[in-house]
């Protein structure tokens, strides 16, 4: 599918023919490309719905940051889903497509049927903490631009967050590590100033009254996102939490099985409701 004129900019989205929406919202260095074979893995009964978010990927990369903010990503997708003809979709986000997720499901409850959020955040709640993390992703932005992508993404690619991601087959990591070569510099540093953790407003408080099912899903070594998930499915109302043995921040890259398979289950128990 061609890319999408969009509110001023072009979206790249690939979309299957037939079955249940299901729109696929990849991280930070990532794009469409990042869920390798994962949509194909879903069944006949879905159609995956798969976007480059601003400034990653085939869409585009915009010189000013204010217009990566979050609220304009949110603006931007449920443009194209209108653009696309599709009222209702199931919704899937991972990490910094997880807030951008959080943050549409709150804002269009009417358009989001389900929410699977993968090792995402809720937002930062203490404002000095807060302020810390967007220095920290103003300092990243700052190495991108100063220092050239592949000396920030062999930084990435060293950070704990991601050790775990060692342990994937040589192939995967060099498809990893060659996607995220690919971005845009100039989109990878204003994605951090404008929808990194330290941009977002935090949602913590408004998800006692989330009107849409919930699954949050975890690596079993990424402590600070199993405790993010395990809060979140005791306040949400209609909330689950799954920990993925073997994994740790980016589940569908590490334990691509058990990930279907858990992200199946829901989407089928969500129809029957």
Do not use: C
């Amino acid at each position: 599918m061609p890319r999408e004129r969009i509110n001023g900019i072009d979206i790249n989205v690939e979309a299957g023919a037939s079955g249940s929406p299901l729109l696929m919202l990849h991280g930070f260095t990532g794009s469409t490309q990042a869920w390798q074979g994962i949509p194909e893995q879903l069944g006949a009964e879905i159609r995956p719905v798969l976007v480059d978010l601003i400034g990653h990927g085939q869409t585009s990369a915009p010189d000013d940051p204010d217009r990566y903010q979050i609220k304009h990503a949110v603006e931007d997708i449920v443009a194209l889903l209108d653009h696309l003809e599709i009222d209702q979709t199931a919704l899937l986000g991972y990490s910094m497509g997880g807030r951008v997720a959080l943050h549409l499901a709150l804002a269009h409850p009417d358009r989001v049927s389900a929410l699977i959020l993968e090792s995402a955040s809720t937002g930062i709640d203490d404002p000095a903490e807060r302020r810390k993390r967007r220095l920290a992703d103003e300092q990243q932005a700052e190495m991108i631009e100063r220092d050239g992508l592949g000396s920030f993404i062999n930084h990435w690619e060293s950070i704990p967050l991601f050790r775990s991601q060692h342990n994937m087959p040589a192939l995967k990591r060099r498809r990893q590590r060659k996607l995220r070569l690919s971005q845009s510099p100039t989109g990878l540093a204003n994605s951090l100033r404008g929808m990194g953790a330290g941009a977002m407003n935090p949602v913590t408080s408004r998800l006692t009254v989330f009107p849409v099912p919930v699954l949050y899903l975890a690596g079993e070594y990424d402590e600070k996102y199993r405790a993010i998930g395990e809060q979140l499915a005791s306040t949400v109302p209609d909330g689950r939490y799954v920990e993925i043995p073997g994994a740790g921040h980016t589940i569908h890259l590490e334990q691509p099985e058990a990930y279907v398979g858990v992200v199946q289950r829901f989407l089928e128990e969500t129809r029957m409701q």
